[in-house]
């Protein structure tokens, strides 16, 4: 099966990798797993997981053999039309940015029909956006009325506690090491963003792996800083 825009799993699309709001989580392996009877709304701004969850939910489907998609909806809301055509034929099915369809009548119109068709196929559907659905300026009413029905959760951005936990998680995950220094280092002089943390995390895995060495605080340097 082939999921739009080259989806691809990895390691970092776990649930058990998101420590943030718990019953959001547990409702999402239940659609995944087909134990739960409703659509599934995610609301909260950049960086509270939610791109993560949908992520980890479509991973979780298919592993369990089921089918499953993830549909990033800011990448693709000029095709919507299109695009959606025949997708109420997977398991589940998880649309990221619903904020990206509202305004175009086009667009709303045609996930008017999609979560239609999705309806009368059981399909579990799981949406995302920056808000909930009434305050998102989608013209079509009743779309807005069909996303209200699905069960609402509203999730926060990570303190840095839980930041440098995730953080640490996933370098585990891959056999590598980070102190407390090299967490410091990397929250105060690189970035804050734990999206931007796990692409950084990929590069010193690789470099790490390369050079046999230790992720320290010199060798971080090197690593993001070669000319320095």
Do not use: W
């Not at 993560?52 to 990033?72: D, F, N």
């Not at 619903?98 to 579990?124: C, I, L």
């Amino acid at each position: 099966m082939q999921l739009p825009l080259a989806f691809k799993s990895s390691a970092d699309q776990r649930f058990v990798d998101y420590l943030g709001n718990a019953p959001a989580r547990a409702s999402l392996e239940q659609a995944a797993e087909a134990s739960l009877e409703y659509n599934i709304f995610l609301a909260g701004p950049q960086g509270s997981g939610k791109t993560h969850l949908l992520r980890a939910a479509v991973s979780h489907a298919l592993a369990l053999g089921r089918s499953a998609v993830y549909v990033p909806l800011a990448r693709m809301a000029p095709m919507l039309p299109d695009m959606l055509e025949g997708f109420e034929r997977h398991d589940v099915i998880c649309l990221d940015d619903m904020q990206a369809v509202a305004g175009s009548a086009e667009a709303e119109e045609a996930m008017f029909h999609f979560y239609n068709r999705a309806k009368q196929t059981g399909a579990r559907l799981a949406f995302s956006a920056s808000g909930m659905p009434a305050s998102l300026s989608i013209r079509l009413p009743d779309l807005v009325s069909r996303l209200e029905q699905s069960v609402r959760f509203t999730l926060e951005v990570l303190d840095e506690d839980g930041k440098r936990q995730v953080l640490l998680r996933r370098a585990r995950q891959r056999g590598l090491e980070l102190d407390d220094t090299a967490l410091d280092y990397l929250f105060t002089r690189v970035s804050r963003d734990l999206h931007a943390l796990s692409q950084i995390l990929d590069r010193l895995d690789h470099a790490s792996l390369a050079a046999q060495r230790r992720l320290t605080v010199p060798f971080i340097k090197t690593v993001l800083n070669p000319v320095a």
